[in-house]
């Protein structure tokens, strides 16, 4: 089974290490870029399942619209700290699949994948049940 791969655009620490470090655990491949330019660059090359995309770099606005005409049916979710982003209205209109508040919860984005039908290929990949040992714990 190949494994999905999650393309995430973030110059955040934290959110750079809950991706590699807890979704590669659950069977997800991560390909990561620290801006808007070098995404454009590594996307042509990996060819991931889905693009996380964070809304605080300078250049985001172009990599979604450069993301939506290239490949107009890959999700593109985006992150942002602020829930009154105007950019938030915008980048839906653009075509961005989802916007999600930092910070958030790893299980949200898990659940979000299998949402999308791209569950990882590891022995923890069931989210599902992942999540209510998580939350009943």
Known sequence: ?????VFVTTVE??????????????GYEI???????SALERLRI??????????????SQEALKYIHQSCPSLPVICLTDDRTNP?????????????????????????????????GNSRESKVSESVMCEVAA
């Open 1 to 5: 089974m190949t494994e999905v791969r």
């Open 13 to 26: 620490p934290g959110i750079q290490r809950l991706f590699s470090d807890v979704l590669s655990r659950y």
């Open 31 to 37: 390909v990561y870029a620290p801006d808007g330019r």
């Open 46 to 59: 990996s060819k991931p399942d889905i693009v996380f995309l964070d809304l605080e770099l300078s250049d």
């Open 87 to 119: 950019h938030i209205y915008t980048v839906l209109r653009q075509g961005a699949t989802a916007c999600i508040v930092k910070p958030f919860n790893v299980f949200d984005i898990l659940v979000m994948l299998e949402g999308f039908g791209l569950s």
